[in-house]
C-alpha cells in the first residue's frame, strides 16, 4: 500500500461521504423541521439540529389530520391488492410453467404484451368502468384496477419454470390437486420471487398517487400520498412542523422495511425494473 | 365411475388454474387499452351521453397547440437530463462503492443504503420536503446561498428553472437505483479479467476501466438506460405535488397532462390522445427493454 | 398385475414409444433397460398415469386405468431425482401423501385441522411414518429437511414416501443412478428385498444393464421405442434376439465378425457342418469372457494389449482376418511379453450367429454332441 493509493482512497471515500450527505439533506432536514417549533422554523437563523427535541409537531399531526386513517388505508390498499395479485398470479403461472394445454402460449404472449402497458394508460376505460360500477371512492377503487399483475404472473413463472419437473410429478402421484400443488408446493418454492414481488408491489402501491388522484376524492379513504398532499393543502404551507412530521410518519414503514431488509428491498426493486 | 374423463378433467384444471388471470388480464390490461385507442379519435368527455368521432383532431391539438405540445417536449428535455446524469452519478457512485467495499465492506453497505433510501422513500411526502427545502424565503436552499451573498431564485415558480429543479429531485431519486444495477454489474465482472488486463500492461486505475469495466458493464448499462427512461417518462408524482404543471404550462408533462385533461377538465377523448403518445413513448422503451432482455434472460 | 397393450405415444411428429405390449404378474421385479431416449422412462411414465398414450391401454390390477389419475392409481413412484419435497420435513415428507388420502379437504384445512377426527388421523399418520421410518433405518432424520441429507438417506426417505401407503404398484425411475458405486450395490439388495417382502409389482426402469440383469425377474429390453426383446435376464444374456439386444447386455461388449459365409469364417472361428443354411452371410457374436487364450484353440491372432484387472486380465487381439476382438484370461494368467502370437478358444455354445442385414438372431440347428467340447483345433 503506497501514499498515492491511500491519497486516492480518502479522495474517493470523501467524495462518496459528500455525495450521500447531500442526497440524504432532504431526510435530514424533514427530521430537524418535523421536531422544531413553529418560532424556530421561521426564524432566519438555520440549525440542523433543533433547540430542543419536541414531539408536538407529531402530535398536532396525528390531531388535526386523519394521518392514522391514511396509514390504515395505505395497509389495507397494499395488503388487499398484493392478496388479490398473489390469487390470480400464481396458479396461472403455475399452469404456464408447468402444464401443457391449448392456449398456453397464446396466455403467455398476453403477459409480456401486458408488460409493456403502464397502468397510466389504462386509467381512463377503468376510470369509466368503476364510475359504471359505482364503485369509485371506495377500496375497491383503489384496489381493483391491480389485481392482475402480469408482472406477478411473470416472476412467480420464471421461478417456476426453474423447478424440477419430478417434483411436480411426485406431487401428483401423492394425491394433491392441481390447486393444491399451486398452493402448496409451487408457492412455498417460489418464495425468493414472491417476497420479491411482494415488496416491488407494496413499495409501488404505497407510494402511489396518480390512482388515488383519480378514483376517490374521500379524504377518509386516501392512502398516505394522497392523503399528505390533504393536509399540505389544507394547511396552505404555514404549519410546516406538523406536515414534516407527518411525511415522517409517511415515510417511515417503507424506509425502516428497507434498513432492516436491505438485500431483499434491493432486489425487489431492482426486479420491478423489469417491468414496463 | 367417473362422470368426465380425463381430457375434460385436464381442461377444467387449466381452466381453473389460468382462467382467472387471463380474464382479468383482458378485463384490466387488453381492453381498456382498445378503448384508450378508441377513445383518442372522439371528443368524449365524462359524463357525457354521447360522442362524436372526430378523426386526428385530438392529436392534431397536440402537436399544433403550443401549450398543449409544451407536455410532450418537456417530457422530453426532463428525460434528457434525468437519463444521462442519474445514469453517470449511478456509475460513479458503484464505481465508488465497489472499490470501497474491497478494504470497509461494512462502510460501502451504509454508503449503499444512503444512496438507494431515496428509491424506498415514499416520493409525495419526499417532494414536500422538497419544497421546503426549495422555499423561496424559508427553504434551506436559499439560505445557505444567501450564506455565499447569492440571491436564491424562486426554484419551483420560475418558468425558465422549474423544470430543471424537478430533473434535480429526479436524478436525486434515481441515482441510488441505477447504482444498485451498476453495482450488481460490477460485482458479476470476474477478478481474473483485471489480471489479465494487468499483465497487458494496464495498471492504472483509468486504464483498467476502459480496458475492462466499461466494456464489460455494456449489457448492463444498456439495461439501465432503458430503466431510466421508462421511468422519466413517467415522472407525475412531483409535478403533481410541486408544480401542477405550472406556472405556465412549463413544467407540464405526459402524465400530468393526462391527469389534467382527463380528470380535471374531463376531456377523456383528448386526454386519450395524450395517452397514447405517452404510451408510444414508453412502448419504444419497453420494447428496447425486451430485446435487451431476451439476450439475456432464456425464456422456455 | 401390469398389462400394457399395443401402447404408442408420439410427441408431435416424433413417436416415442411404437405398439408396446408387456405383461408383469403380480409381485414381480420387471426392469425396464435401455439407452437414454429410448423411451423407458415415458413408458413408466404412462404406466404412473402422469403421462397418456396416444393409444393403447394400460390395465391394472385387471381394470382399465385409462380415467384414472396418477393418484387414483395408487402407484408410488421413487424418482431419479428423489424429487422430496424441499421445504417440508423428512416426517412430512412421508406423511403428505397420507394426509392428502386419508381426510378430507376440510380435515387438512387450518381450522379443520384440530377437529378431534382430524387429530385421530393425524395421530395414526404420526404412527405409520414411525413405523416405516423404522423399517427403512431413517428413524433419527425425521425432523431434517431434505437438504441436509446425503444422496442415500434421500433415497430411503423416498422410498420411504413410496412404501408408506401401500401402494399396489411400484415404480422406480433409475432410483440409483445418483448414488455412488458402493451405495448402489447395496440398496439394490435392499430394494429388491423390499420387493419380496411386501410382494408388490415393482418396475424398474434403468440404463444400467447389471442393476436390470442383478434385479429383475424380467427384463424389456427398450431399444428405439420398441420392446427389442422381453425375457428373464438368463435368456437376455444367453438368447438374445438381435445384435442390439446382444451389444446392450453384459458386462463387456460383444464381439462381432462378419463373415460372407458360415464356412468361411475369419480367424478360425467354426460352426457345426449342417447348422445354417448355406451361402447366408452372417454375423458372429462372442462375448469377451467366452473368449479365453488356450494354446490348442482354434481361433489365431495376434495379442495387441492387454489390461490387468486383478480377478482377470482383459486382452485385444487382432485375429487372422483383420478384426480386432477382447477376450478375457483368468487373473492368474501369465506371459512373457504383451505382444505375439495368441491361440484362443471358446465353447461352441457361446457362439451368437445373427443374419447380417437384418441383425436378428438365426438358430442353429445344433445336434447336441458339441454342445460341452472345446472345438476341436482346426488345421
Known amino acids: ?276 | ?300 | 398385475m401390469i398389462e400394457l397393450r399395443n401402447v404408442t405415444r408420439r410427441f408431435g411428429t416424433t413417436t416415442v414409444l411404437k405398439d408396446i405390449s408387456l405383461a408383469a404378474e403380480e409381485g414381480s421385479f420387471l426392469a425396464l433397460l435401455g439407452p437414454s431416449g429410448c423411451g423407458k422412462s415415458t413408458l413408466l411414465r404412462i404406466i404412473a398415469g402422469l403421462d397418456r398414450p396416444n393409444s393403447g391401454e394400460v390395465i391394472l390390477g385387471g381394470r382399465d386405468v385409462r380415467n384414472l389419475t396418477a393418484a387414483e392409481r395408487n402407484v408410488a413412484m421413487v424418482f431419479q431425482s428423489y424429487a422430496l419435497y424441499p421445504h417440508l420435513t423428512v416426517a412430512q415428507n412421508i406423511a403428505l401423501p397420507l394426509a392428502m388420502r386419508g381426510r378430507s379437504r376440510f380435515e387438512r384445512s387450518l381450522i379443520g385441522r384440530w377437529f378431534p377426527a382430524s387429530r385421530e388421523k393425524q395421530q395414526e399418520e404420526i404412527r405409520r411414518v414411525r413405523e416405516i421410518a423404522d423399517q427403512l433405518g431413517i428413524q433419527p432424520l425425521l425432523e431434517r429437511k431434505p437438504s441436509q441429507l446425503s444422496g442415500g438417506q434421500k433415497q430411503r426417505v423416498a422410498v420411504a414416501r413410496a412404501l408408506v401407503r401401500e401402494p399396489s404398484i411400484f415404480l422406480l425411475d433409475e432410483p440409483l443412478s445418483n448414488l455412488d458405486a458402493k451405495l448402489r450395490v447395496q440398496m439394490r439388495a435392499e430394494i429388491v428385498a423390499l420387493n419380496r417382502r411386501i410382494g408388490r409389482t415393482f418396475v424398474y426402469v434403468t440404463h444400467d444393464q447389471a442393476e436390470a440383469m442383478a434385479m429383475a425377474d424380467k427384463v424389456a429390453v427398450m431399444l428405439d421405442g420398441r420392446i427389442a426383446q422381453f425375457a428373464s435376464p438368463r435368456e437376455l444374456y444367453e438368447t438374445p434376439v438381435s445384435m442390439d439386444v446382444a451389444a446392450f447386455v453384459g458386462l463387456y461388449p460383444i464381439n462381432f465378425t462378419k463373415a460372407a459365409d458360415w464356412t468361411a469364417l475369419p480367424g478360425g472361428f467354426r460352426l457345426p457342418p449342417g447348422s445354417l443354411p448355406q451361402g447366408k452371410q452372417v454375423i458372429i457374436g462372442i462375448r469377451p469372457e467366452h473368449l479365453f487364450p488356450d494354446p490348442e484353440g482354434p481361433v489365431r491372432g495376434k495379442l495387441v494389449r492387454m489390461e490387468y484387472q486383478g480377478a482377470e486380465v482383459l486382452l485385444d487381439v487382432r485375429i487372422d482376418g483383420g478384426t480386432l476382438v477382447k477376450a478375457v484370461a483368468p487373473g492368474d494368467w501369465q506371459r512373457a511379453e504383451a505382444r505375439g502370437d495368441l491361440r484362443l478358444s471358446y465353447l461352441p455354445r457361446h457362439l451368437h450367429v445373427f443374419a447380417a442385414g437384418s441383425g436378428e438372431r438365426l438358430e442353429l440347428a445344433r445336434d447336441g454332441q458339441h454342445e460341452d467340447e472345446r472345438a476341436t483345433t482346426c488345421g
Not at chain 1, 396461472?92 to 391449448?102: D, E, T
Not at chain 1, 396466455?107 to 368502468?129: N, Y
Open chain 2, 1 to 300: 365411475m367417473r362422470l368426465i374423463d380425463r381430457t375434460r378433467a385436464e381442461a377444467l384444471a387449466n381452466l381453473w388454474l389460468a382462467g382467472p388471470a387471463t380474464v382479468a388480464m383482458l378485463v384490466l390490461i387488453f381492453i381498456p387499452v382498445s378503448i384508450v385507442a378508441l377513445l383518442s379519435f372522439t371528443d368524449y368527455q365524462f359524463g357525457a351521453r354521447s360522442f362524436n368521432w372526430v378523426g386526428f383532431d385530438n392529436y392534431l391539438i397536440l402537436i399544433k397547440d403550443p401549450q398543449a405540445r409544451r407536455a410532450i417536449t418537456n417530457t422530453i428535455v426532463y428525460a434528457a437530463i434525468v437519463i444521462p446524469l442519474s445514469i453517470l452519478f449511478g456509475l460513479l457512485v458503484a464505481l465508488g462503492l465497489h472499490s470501497v467495499m474491497r478494504y470497509a465492506p461494512r462502510l460501502s453497505a451504509v454508503l449503499r443504503a444512503a444512496y438507494f433510501l431515496p428509491v424506498a422513500a415514499t416520493l409525495v411526502a419526499m417532494a414536500v420536503v422538497w419544497q421546503m427545502l426549495l422555499h423561496p424565503n424559508l427553504g434551506l436552499v436559499n439560505h445557505l446561498l444567501a450564506a455565499a451573498d447569492i440571491r436564491g431564485p424562486a426554484w419551483l415558480s420560475d418558468r425558465g428553472l422549474v423544470l430543471y429543479t424537478l430533473a434535480v429531485i429526479g436524478i436525486w431519486q434515481t441515482v441510488g437505483y441505477n447504482m444498485v444495477l451498476f453495482l450488481a454489474g460490477l460485482a458479476a465482472i470476474p477478478e481474473h479479467l483485471y489480471d489479465a488486463a494487468e499483465i497487458d500492461g494496464a495498471n492504472r486505475g483509468w486504464e483498467r476501466f476502459w480496458t475492462v469495466t466499461w466494456p464489460m458493464l455494456g449489457p448492463t448499462t444498456l439495461f439501465v438506460v432503458v430503466v431510466t427512461a421508462t421511468g422519466a417518462f413517467r415522472v407525475f408524482e412531483t409535478v403533481a405535488t410541486l408544480t401542477r404543471g405550472g406556472p405556465a404550462f412549463a413544467s407540464d408533462v405526459l402524465v400530468y397532462a393526462i391527469y389534467r385533461e382527463g380528470f380535471v377538465y374531463f376531456k377523456a377523448g383528448y386526454s386519450s390522445a395524450i395517452t397514447m403518445v405517452f404510451f408510444v413513448f414508453v412502448l419504444l422503451f419497453t420494447l428496447a427493454k425486451f430485446r435487451l432482455m431476451e439476450s439475456r434472460v432464456h425464456y422456455r
Open chain 1, 1 to 276: 500500500m503506497n501514499s498515492r493509493n491511500l491519497i486516492g482512497r480518502a479522495i474517493v471515500l470523501a467524495l462518496l461521504f459528500l455525495g450521500a450527505m447531500l442526497v440524504l439533506t432532504p431526510f435530514f432536514w424533514m427530521l430537524s423541521l418535523s421536531f422544531k417549533s413553529q418560532a424556530e422554523i421561521f426564524s432566519p437563523t438555520i440549525s440542523l439540529f433543533p433547540d430542543q427535541l419536541q414531539w408536538d409537531n407529531y402530535r398536532a399531526a396525528f390531531e388535526r389530520t386523519t394521518l392514522l386513517r391514511f396509514l390504515v388505508n395505505g395497509l389495507v390498499v397494499c395488503g388487499g391488492i398484493l392478496f388479490f395479485q398473489i390469487l390470480f398470479a400464481l396458479p396461472c403461472a403455475y399452469a404456464l410453467a408447468q402444464r401443457r394445454f391449448r392456449g398456453r402460449s397464446l396466455i403467455f404472449g398476453l403477459v409480456l404484451a401486458g408488460l409493456l402497458v403502464p397502468f397510466h394508460v389504462t386509467a381512463i376505460p377503468i376510470f369509466l368502468g368503476l364510475a359504471e360500477l359505482r364503485l369509485l371512492n371506495t377500496y375497491g377503487a383503489l384496489i381493483l384496477p391491480f389485481v392482475a399483475s402480469v408482472f406477478g404472473i411473470f416472476l412467480f413463472r420464471q421461478a417456476i419454470s426453474a423447478m424440477p419437473v419430478e417434483l411436480f410429478e411426485a406431487a401428483r402421484i401423492d394425491g394433491l390437486s392441481e390447486g393444491a400443488i399451486a398452493w402448496r408446493i409451487a408457492l412455498p418454492l417460489a418464495m425468493p420471487a414472491a417476497t420479491a414481488f411482494a415488496i416491488f408491489s407494496v413499495v409501488a402501491h404505497w407510494n402511489d398517487l396518480f390512482w388515488p388522484l383519480i378514483a376517490i376524492s374521500d379524504p377518509a379513504l386516501a392512502p398516505p400520498p394522497r392523503g399528505i398532499l390533504y393536509f399540505r393543502d389544507e394547511e396552505s404551507g404555514t404549519d410546516v412542523g406538523p406536515l414534516m412530521a407527518a411525511a415522517v410518519v409517511i415515510v417511515a414503514p417503507m424506509v425502516v422495511a428497507f434498513l432492516l431488509a436491505q438485500r431483499r428491498f434491493i432486489q425487489g426493486l431492482a426486479v420491478g425494473g423489469l417491468k414496463g
